[in-house]
Structures are given as structure tokens and as C-alpha cells.
């Protein structure tokens, strides 16, 4: 009878500490969300056939290692937000309140971070805000200062300002024919258009550029000011639009030496069309960071031919040429913005190893927190083709980038700035 | 749970820019200007909380009322056609509000960052809820409670005379201006009401996504306004409720583990039910309330 007992109290002993002891996972678990259907479906095809090549990589490499130095695999669950706010933010709460995955990688579009974003607690600690409290690293959504709208939200997305101010620079250096400048915008995109009238106009005249029919009221070369002058001044169109007739014979009547096409791809292929139809292809283009993509090459490689771009991702490292490739075998394309979710997984893998992470699912909360932390105190991150330094204060990176240009259906790399 | 309630709170304001619809459907005007309307109440509403600091309850009523107002004057013009004109004509009303919305810039700074409405780059940070400490539960009950008291006034309006009024405009116009009805009152205030109704929506949407811009208010939204009474049926309030739990709850949420096949059966479950049920789900046996009352009673 005694025996018994004590073998009854040896196996509640047992169990109690497993239970007390906390259990350890064996999976981590992380989830994406980004538009996989509608106009900019490509965009989250791309980034999860990246984040699953990653993943796949980590789990063939042994996996994560947890606090108590056993591995764990990662896994992922990649959810369609439509590009649409209300999706994305029911994804984030599904995420945060559904689920165990410890952190969120997206989403696409910018429009839907400014939204998402403002879910989330803003102030860390500030128990009087009731927001989400679950980290979130995004690969795509571009447009300028959007991390700065909660301390959980960090992004890993090119700082296009720097970007162009090199470039810029750079053409001045190496084309000093080129003097004048005239551009357009699709207006409805916040990115595009931001982007076009706060930094890449501003940047060229900053560099000694000139407007073509005489300078823009109150545009100095400082970014942001005069942006609605130059949007006034500019010759722009909508997303949606499939007629560039009179935005192509604006550009061919300024008779500038540079173009600035800032516009996804999609509307850049329309335009450079009907561009090329009238015969009034410039010196030089240069186009916006998101349309230095495999979507342009796809849709007009013959007119796109010869325009520049800055962009953060070019097969031109190992690390990068494999990315690219992995990306293909998986159904996707890797650019700058779906080569950022490889990089963010492998900073994932790195924050968890780096703060102690145990997987205990029971600790979702707390565990969320450290990563957040983690991310939080990042100084630099391995990028694919380079370090990136991270704006702690802001939740957002500086990426190393290069200049490309189209050269017979491929980005071809122009000038590498990290040299 | 928080994701429940996620999805309850979508579902709340899509049903009051269903019933801001319904409400002028009786009456037989489709009208594409709810979304102008919903658009007003978003942006009113999120100045006042987010410039003004004004309190939610007072913010919403404001922007409603805005939203009302601007219905009330588009209910003029509105008398005088009606049918596909008149779609077309409340269409480019609510281009114009959003187009307005795209280029309106009104930026103050408060604790040292600038906020208010930026254009093409959006209006952000609308974030009064999460702000001021409300839990998800409380901003869910928040909006069902509003959601509730206007099915209730509508439910109400269409058991006494100003109902019956309303559905004989709908049903004939001629017949009704024959009988003494004065069409410009009915459609007129039909128009202001709904208005109102979307005006509420557009605020608790705005404050519920915390971000609003021009591509919030497109045509593709105006569509789904219309879309919930007639999928839901006219025959009383809970069908735009039923059509609102089918679409966002079932068709959008419930579907999305089927990826990229979700859009393709979300149509064609659509044109299944209106299919079957060109009145409207509300005439489904085990919705038929009434019907199945009838029965109960003999």
C-alpha cells in the first residue's frame, strides 16, 4: 500500500513539474500577411514564397535555438489581406489573440500599415492604451515614417530619401549633360506620390538639377517642401488609369533630358507605352524604388529599357543570387520588397536565439515582448547585400542599395554606392 | 476572442451603411452617395476627435449630422431623376466627396507630431478608442448598441403610417403622389436619414481602422451598401443584417483559408443565393420569421 502511494506521489511529483517547469516548444511559430489577391497580388505571392524559403532554411539548418539550448523548427501561416485595412487588421487580431506565432511579418501595402499600425499599443508599457501588443516586422510597405505610429511595429524596408539623394548625386557626377528634369505621379498612391513630390523631386534639384519650365515655387532641394507645387507642376495619373495620352505629351512637350516616372509597375509599364508610341523616350529615366521589379520587366521590358532605379535588393551577392532563386522554385519573384521577408526571418531567428525565447505557449505574451525588445535594440541586421543599420528610435532601417537599370529584360546593376 | 470581436465590430458598421441604403431602397432610390456620406462621417468625426480632441459620442453625432446635411441637399437635386440616372448621378457625388477627401490637407501639430488628414498620404492615427483605454469588448458593445437602436427605429418606422408611406413611394410613385403623399418630404427625408445612418457608420469606422483615405471610399464600397439590403432583402431591417453576417462574416472572413479561390466562390455563392433567392435571404425558410410565426399561430 505504501509502495503504491509513493509511486503515486513520485508520478504527481513528476507531472507537477513538468507542468511547473514550463514546456518547451517545438515549433515557433511566426505568421505574414500581404495581398494575394487583387491588383497588387503579385506583391504577396512574392514575400511567401520568400518567408517559406527562409523557413525552410532555418528547419534545414537545425532550426531555432530556445532558452534552454534545445532547437526548435519554425513554422509559419501566411493569411491573404487583400490590401484592404479591415482585412489586415482582422488578420492582426486573429494573430495576436487566435494564435501562438510570436511575431507578424507585413503587411503589402501602405495604406494598410497606416491603418494596422494604429491597432497597436503606441507607447510600450503605456497601460492606458489598450492597443495590440505583439511584434511586427514589415518587409513591403514603403511609404516614409510609418513605424515611428506604434514602439511594436518595426520595418525592414528601404529609406528611399537617402536612396535618391545618392543617386541623384551620383547622375551629377557622371552625367553633367543631363540638366533638365520634368516627371509625373499616379496621385492616388500614397507611396508613388509621396515619395515623387516630398523626396526624388527635391533630391534632384538639390543636386543642381533643373525643373524645365523654370524653378517650382517654394521647392529648395529640402525634402518636403513645396510637395503640392510639384505635384501642380507635375504631369500625373491614377493607378486605375489605362489611357496615358495626354500625361506622355506632356512629358514629350517639356523636352526635358530626364524623366521621373514614379508610379507602380503596372501604370510605369502603361505610361512608358505610350511614351515609347509617341516617340518621346528622354536621355535619361529615372523611376521609382517599387518598380524596379520583375511585374516591369514583365510588361514592358523594351520601354522600360535604360531606366535607373535605387533599389535594396540585386542578385548580386551569393546570399542574394540564392534568394533569387529559391524565391523562383517557390512561385515568386525576389525584389526589394519580397527579399526583405527573407532577411526578416533570419533577423526573427536571431532576436529569438538572442533574447531566450522558450516557445511555451502559456508565455505568448511576455515572449512578444522580449522579441519586440530584441528587435528594439538592433544596431545592425545581415542584410543580402550588405549590412543594414537599424533607426532604433524609429523602427525603421537603413539599407545598403545599389543603382539598376533595365538592360535588355533585366535589372542589370549601373553603380553599386557601397563601393 | 479579441478576433471575434474584430470581426463583430466590421460587421456593425457595414450594417449601418447597409441600412443607410435599405432605408432609402424603400422608398426606391438606389443611391451610390452613401459611401460620400460614410466618407463625411469618417473624416468629421476623426478631425474632431483627433484635431478638436473632442469626445467620440459628440464627434459622431457631428459628423453624422454633416453627413445629414449633405444628404439633405443631395435629396433635391435627387427628386428629379431617378434609376440608373440616378445611380450615375449619386455616383460622381461620391467621386466628388472622395476626391475632395484626396485632396484635402489639414495638418495641426500636437505633442510635437504633426496629425489631420494628408491627402493622397492618408488620415492617421485616428486612435481615440485605443487612446482613451477602451477595451475591444466595450468598443464592440459601443457599436452593436448604436447598430441596435437604429434597426430598432428602423424596425419601428416601418410599423406605423411613415413606413407604409415610405414602401408606397417605392412601390409606385404615381400611385402614391395620387393618394397625397408629398414625394419631395418622403424622398427627401429619406435621403437625410440615410444619410445620418452612414454618417455614424463612416465614424465608427474610421476610429475603429484608425486610418482613413481616398481609397477607403471607392465605388466598390458604395456597391457593397446597396448590395447588403438587396442581397438581404427589402421585406424588413434584419435582411441587410443577414446579407452583412453573410458577406464580411462568412464569405470574406469564412473563406479565407481557401487562398486565392476565396474571391471566385465568394461570386458565385452570391449569384447561388440571389439565385435562389431573388428576395433577398431574408426569405430563406429558417430567416422567415414571420412566416414561420404564421404557422406557429394556426
Known sequence: ?419 | MEFYLGILQTIGFHTLLGLSAYLLLLTGQLSMAQVGFFAIGAYASGILTVIYGLHIFLALGVGAVTASFFAFLVGFPALRIKGLMLVIATIAFSEIVRLYFFNLRWRIEKGGVEVGPDGAQGFREIRYFAANGWEPYQIVSFIWIVVILVIAALWWLDRVKVGSVLRAVGEDELAAQSSGVNLTIVKVSAMTGGGFIAGIAGGLYAHSTTYVDHNSFTILLATFAVAYPILGGLKNVFGTLFAVVFIQGILIEGLRFLGDYRNLLFGLLIIIVMNFYPKGLINIPIFNFSRRTKKGDT
Request: with cysteine; aromatic share 6%; net charge neutral.
Open chain 1, 1 to 419: 500500500m505504501f509502495s503504491k502511494l509513493k509511486k503515486l506521489k513520485l508520478a504527481t511529483l513528476a507531472f507537477a513539474t513538468v507542468i511547473a517547469g514550463g514546456a518547451v516548444a517545438d515549433t515557433i511559430k511566426i505568421a505574414g500577411w500581404g495581398a494575394k489577391s487583387g491588383p497588387l497580388r503579385s506583391f504577396g505571392v512574392n514575400s511567401e514564397a520568400i518567408i517559406k524559403a527562409a523557413i525552410d532554411r532555418v528547419n534545414e539548418t537545425g532550426g531555432v535555438k530556445l532558452a534552454d539550448g534545445s532547437m526548435a523548427k519554425m513554422s509559419y501561416d501566411y493569411y491573404d489581406s487583400a490590401c484592404n485595412p479591415e482585412q489586415a487588421i482582422t488578420i492582426a487580431r486573429k494573430v495576436a489573440s487566435e494564435t501562438d506565432a510570436l511575431i507578424g511579418i507585413g503587411p503589402t501595402c501602405s495604406g494598410v500599415a497606416a491603418a494596422l499600425f494604429g491597432i497597436f499599443q503606441k507607447k510600450v508599457g503605456d497601460s492606458s492604451d489598450t492597443g495590440l501588443q505583439m511584434p511586427l516586422l514589415t518587409d513591403t510597405a514603403v511609404r516614409n515614417g510609418l513605424a515611428q505610429i506604434s514602439q511594436w511595429t518595426f520595418r525592414n524596408t528601404p529609406n528611399e530619401p537617402d536612396m535618391y539623394d545618392k543617386l541623384f548625386a551620383w547622375l551629377r557626377k557622371t552625367h553633367p549633360e543631363i540638366k533638365t528634369i520634368y516627371g509625373g505621379t499616379e496621385t492616388d498612391q500614397g507611396h508613388s506620390a509621396g515619395t515623387y513630390s516630398i523626396v526624388i523631386v527635391q533630391a534632384a534639384i538639390r543636386h543642381g538639377f533643373e525643373w524645365v519650365n523654370g524653378p517650382i515655387d517654394e521647392v529648395t532641394g529640402k525634402i518636403g517642401e513645396g510637395r503640392a507645387n510639384v505635384l501642380k507642376s507635375s504631369s500625373n495619373w491614377l493607378m486605375a488609369d489605362t489611357n496615358f495620352s495626354v500625361q506622355a505629351r506632356a512629358f514629350k512637350k517639356s523636352g526635358a533630358d530626364l524623366f521621373i516616372v514614379s508610379s507602380h509597375p503596372f501604370t510605369t509599364c502603361g505610361f512608358l507605352k505610350e511614351l515609347g508610341r509617341m516617340k518621346a523616350m528622354p536621355k535619361m529615366m529615372v523611376g521609382l524604388t517599387s518598380s524596379s521589379s520583375a511585374e516591369t520587366l514583365k510588361g514592358c521590358p523594351k520601354q522600360a529599357e535604360g531606366m535607373i532605379i535605387p533599389t535594396s535588393f540585386a542578385p548580386i551577392t551569393p546570399a542574394a543570387k540564392e534568394v533569387a532563386a529559391l524565391a523562383a522554385a517557390n512561385g515568386g519573384a525576389a525584389d526589394l520588397h519580397s527579399a526583405a521577408a527573407w532577411e526578416n526571418v533570419m533577423i526573427i531567428k536571431d532576436v529569438i536565439e538572442a533574447v531566450g525565447i522558450t516557445g511555451d505557449p502559456s508565455k505568448v505574451k511576455e515572449e512578444r515582448a522580449k522579441i519586440r525588445d530584441g528587435l528594439e535594440a538592433l544596431e545592425t541586421t545581415e542584410g543580402l547585400i550588405g549590412k543594414v543599420t537599424r533607426v532604433q528610435d524609429q523602427g525603421e532601417a537603413l539599407k545598403p542599395f545599389v543603382f539598376v537599370h533595365a538592360q535588355n529584360g533585366n535589372w542589370e546593376v549601373l553603380h553599386d554606392p557601397r563601393n
